[in-house]
Each structure stands twice: as C-alpha cells, then as structure tokens.
C-alpha cells in the first residue's frame, strides 16, 4: 500500500500507468486500486481511476491508522499533497478557501484560508518528520505575525492563527495558537466556533 502512494496521480490512472510509476505487476496494481476505492480514496470511471488534489494524503492518513511506519509514508508526500487536504476539509465544512496567499510589504506567505462566518482560518502546515518545542514555538510566532498582516490589510477581518501538523499526537496550544494534527483537523473545525474564545483570536482595533 505504501509504494501505491506513489501512484496517487491527480487525474485519471489507467491500472497500467500505475503499475508503471510503483512498479508492480497489473494485478497487485488493480488491488491496491480497488483497495483505494473501497475507502473512499477516489473515484473509477470505466477502466481510469480518478484521484483529486489531497487524496495522496488522505492515504497516508489511511495507512498512518493502519499502523504502517510515518517515516516510510512522509517520502511519498509533498507540501502540496498536505496543503490539499487542508484545504478539501475546509471547503467540505463550507468555508471559503483560498491556498498560497501571498502577502507584501514585507512578503509573506499563508498556506491555507478559510473564510466562514466573517472569521478567517490562517493555516500553515507544517510537514515536519520531527520537531522540538522552540521549532514549534518558532513557527507559532511567525504565523502569529503573517495573521497580524492579513488583518492589517482587511479591512474589518477577525482571524485565528493555527498550525496543522502531520506527526502530532492530540491538539495542543502555544501562545493560545492550537496545533493541529491533520487527522483530527475535521474535528477540529466542526468545533470551532463552539471554542473560539480559547484561541488567539486577532482583529482590527
């Protein structure tokens, strides 16, 4: 199943172009396709297997709960794999979304938005193998920061900084900013509103 992460190709894939990309043979091809299917992990139309933008992380999530390796699974994942996901879950909860935001004066760059209920989401996902407390910390201040900008330059905004990991265990908090895990993220927002008081919450005076 890890090597058909490989496989995971935004698109439509023939049962051949993915035994070519994992190099498996058809038929384990054809399994590890059905398998994808039965969970939910694209669609089939005729003989093509359509993926869309998160569903690679999806199946890593998938295999994470399976109990396969986290080292073995992040080789298969990119930035934007993690950042799609984030983005499906937002506009599935009704959100508007926009990913890669870019901010000026100075440049910054927010990966993921939300927009719901006149309060904006700002995420930055963070696809780290591992990480200490200051990196964290670290990378809380600065997303603090980029949340300060975007309200300064949106007019009459209310936003929320947040950080949404791939290797974290629960949610946890530094400096009110929560620190999301991206398997317990759905959760996570279809709670949101109901917690927000506890959040770092930032607005135009």
């Known amino acids: 199943m890890i090597t058909g992460l490989q496989g995971i190709i935004q698109g439509g894939v023939s049962v051949k172009d ?3 990309v994992t190099k498996l043979s058809d038929a384990e091809s054809k399994i590890i396709l059905d398998e994808f299917i039965k969970n939910d992990i694209g669609t089939k139309e005729n003989n093509s297997y359509l993926f869309e933008d998160g569903d690679k992380l999806k199946t890593a999530i998938f295999l994470l709960e399976k109990g396969y390796s986290i080292d073995e699974i992040s080789v298969a994942l990119e930035w934007r794999d993690f950042e799609g996901l984030t983005a499906e ?3 599935e909860k009704n959100f508007a979304v926009m990913k890669n935001m870019m901010l ?3 440049r910054m760059e927010i990966d993921v938005v939300g927009i719901r209920l006149g309060i904006a989401i700002l995420i930055d ?3 780290w193998k591992r990480y200490s407390s200051s990196a964290l910390s670290t990378a809380v201040k600065k997303q603090i920061e980029r949340t300060k900008q ?7 905004a209310i936003a929320v900084p947040v950080i949404v990991t791939l ?3 629960k949610i946890d908090f530094i400096e009110n900013v929560p620190i999301v895990p991206i398997f317990q993220f759905a959760s996570f927002i279809d709670e949101f509103y109901g917690n927000i008081d506890k959040m770092n919450t930032i607005g135009t005076d």
């Open 18 to 20: 993915f035994s070519a």
């Open 89 to 91: 879950i937002l506009s």
């Open 104 to 106: 000026t004066k100075p």
């Open 125 to 127: 996902c963070k696809h």
């Open 150 to 156: 975007y309200v300064e330059k949106t007019p009459g």
């Open 167 to 169: 290797y974290q265990d």
